[in-house]
Structure formats: structure tokens, C-alpha cells
């Protein structure tokens, strides 16, 4: 089934030679929103999340996998070898086409098939190119490969997550991949602009080990400006206690508690009908909350195991942040996120219906909404080469003989 998409983007023309996560995330922004997206791959290099579960009925397979599924809504999938000089041949045709060219290889790759910016630029002066690789175009580490897997830890975000007294523990997942494409789409956005105003096209060199450290703002100053080095806390902060996760009634649930200010304090002690261990004025402040913190978590956590966490978190709220610990099961049956209609059902050729997460954001003018779901391997071959770059039915007949593109 096909969603109401917006028009934000209509009439744009994207060719996207990325795969994984910030690249296609970057152009599902685009392709959400009303840009013609063609997104290339081939079954000899194929989409690494291809091959990533979870899969559909738990069969692997390269059109099964919902991971990629879920960074490639609305695109066009061509099939098509860049090992052959005929299918580069073709590439530099949608460049030519397009108005944007997102890619996501490390550096010399692309300038080997003179697919580059230089030479696609040479035929197309307006064309916007970002691309998109761990560290960038430029350094001593330009050519090093990998994933947000790898990126994350040398970024720092390991050495901070987890408990001072054990080894690290990584956020969820290839950390970078998932927060990175903020930046590169708000970068094209800025080029587009550019390009609108003065006809001129852009290169966008978007490092992943840059774009990350956006995220430890906060630490990288205090390191800077003060010389601390920022380590493992847990889940405590300095400036907040009780600030943990708190056990509730049944086994592993739990809900968050954040007590930032002496009023919140006031009112928690209101909450849990003022105790009498909790009119020790010595959790009055801060200070005391922080000095007498273990005990104060045993205290707290001897009251919230009366609970459920949506208990708690109800009972709590507004005058005291807290939150239900929610796990991915409780997420698709949260109340709000079931309100806002957040999660879509999108029909898929091999998949079949299948949810996707939805839009960020809604519209007061006009309809938000997935277009359709991600494409099978060389879905849109024919039509990426018949209805946009003119090709004859003899001529894709002869490329498909010759493995040159794909359909699936």
C-alpha cells in the first residue's frame, strides 16, 4: 500500500551509491518526502544490511531482511554490476540525470571508476555530491573501512557507557550510523538552497568521526576547558539524584527517575506519601542526594517495586521526570506512539505487509507519510532505464543478457 507522502521534494532527482546506514538514511529523507531516489546495488556487491536480520517468517534472504528494509522506503532499487565498464557507463548517465549523488565508498574507490565528484561534475556543473565514509576524504585515515560498530568506540562513546567498575558497554547497534544522517541531510538541504540561489553545484565531505563528537558536545568542552576527562558513571549524573532506573513489581522492569532540582525532590516526597526516612533533611540538597546516594537508591527502590513501571511513571508525572523502561514489544504497544500513528503497515513484493517506523515530524498543510516500501534487488531496473535514461526494450534486453543490470 502506498502512503500519502508529502511533496516536499517533488521533482528532485537523487542517484544513491550508498548502502548500510548513514547514506540510505540520508537519501530516505529525500525519498520520503517526494524525491525520485535510485538507489544501486547489484547480487554480486549487494546492500550489506541485505544480509542483516531480522528477516521475514525468520527465512534469510536478500530480499527478506527488514533492516534494510527500513533505511530504503520509497526508493527505486537498480540492479546493476559497477564492476562492468558498462554499468559504470550507466551510473555516469544517472549522474548526469540527477541533481544529487549521495555515496558512502572510502575514498579511492569511486575516483578509480572515475565516478568522483571531478568527473561527474565535468558533465553535470549543478550537481550536488555528498559523500559520506568513516573519516572522511582527507587524513591519515581516509582509506580505513568499516561500520558504526567500529566508529563508536573510537569516537569515545564506549569509554563513556557503562558502570567505573566493569568494562564497557556499547550503545545499541552501530551508534554513529544511526545518529549521523541528521547532519548530511541538513547538510544537502543548505546545498540545495545554495544551488537554488546561485546555480552552483556542491562537494560535501561528511566524516562520520566528525559528525559523531557533535554528540559529546558537552564532554569535549568540559575536557577542553577544565581538563576532566569524562568516564564511566552509570546511570548517575552530577547534577541529578535519585537519577537511576528503579525496579518494579515483576521481573526486569523498571522505570527511570530523574530528580534535577530540590522541588522535584519536595514532590517525590509527596508521591511516595512522605515516609518517614525521606524527612531526614539531610536529602534536602543536592549535595546530601549525592553523598547518601546508595542509600537513598535502596530506599527509593524498596517503594517502587510496588509499582509498574506505567504506574509509576503516571503516578510521577509531570512534577517528577520519570519514564517506563520500555522494551521493543512495549514500544509497539506504548499509547502514545499508537495515538500519533507512528508505525505503518507497507505491503512488500516478497516480505508482504510488513510495519515501518514513520515519519519524525507531521505537516499542518499536507499529508505525511512512507510512499511505498523498500525495493527487491533490481525492483525498478526497467523503469530506471526505459522511463529515465530512454533506453529501448533491445537495448535492456541486451544489458540484461549480458549481467550488465538485473530485475527482480
Known sequence: MTMPGTDLFAGLKVLDLAWVGVGPLTTKYLADHGAVVVHVESSRRPDVLRTMPPFAGGVPGLNRSQFYAEYNSSKLGFGVDLGHPDGRAL???????ADVVVESFTPHVLARWELDYPHLAADNPGLIMLSTCLFGQTGPYRDVPGF???????????????????????PYGAYTDFVCHRFTAAALLAALLHR????????????QFEMALQFLGPVLLDAAAHGRVAGRSGNKSPWAAPHDIYPCRDPDTWCAIAVETDAQWQALKTKMGRPAW???????????????????????????????PDELMHRLQPEVPAGAVRDIAGIFAD?????????????HPEMGRVPYTGVEFRFADRPVGLRWAAPTLGQHTYEVLHDILGKSDEVIADLLAREVVEIT
Open 148 to 170: 558504526g560498530t567500529s566508529m563508536a568506540p573510537i569516537c569515545g562513546f564506549y569509554h563513556l557507557t557503562g558502570y567505573p567498575d566493569a568494562a564497557p558497554v556499547p
Open 91 to 97: 551510473v555516469r548517465e544517472l549522474a548526469r540525470w
Open 335 to 347: 499509547a502514545q506512539i499508537r495515538a500519533l500513528g507512528y508505525f505503518v503497515d507497507l505491503e
Open 196 to 207: 537554488a540561489a546561485t546555480g552552483e553545484g556542491q562537494y560535501i565531505d561528511a566524516a
Open 278 to 308: 525521606a524527612a531526614d533533611p539531610k536529602w534536602d540538597t543536592l549535595e546530601g542526594r549525592k553523598r547518601y546516594e546508595a542509600e537513598l537508591d535502596g530506599r527509593l527502590a524498596e517503594w517502587t517495586r510496588g509499582f509498574t
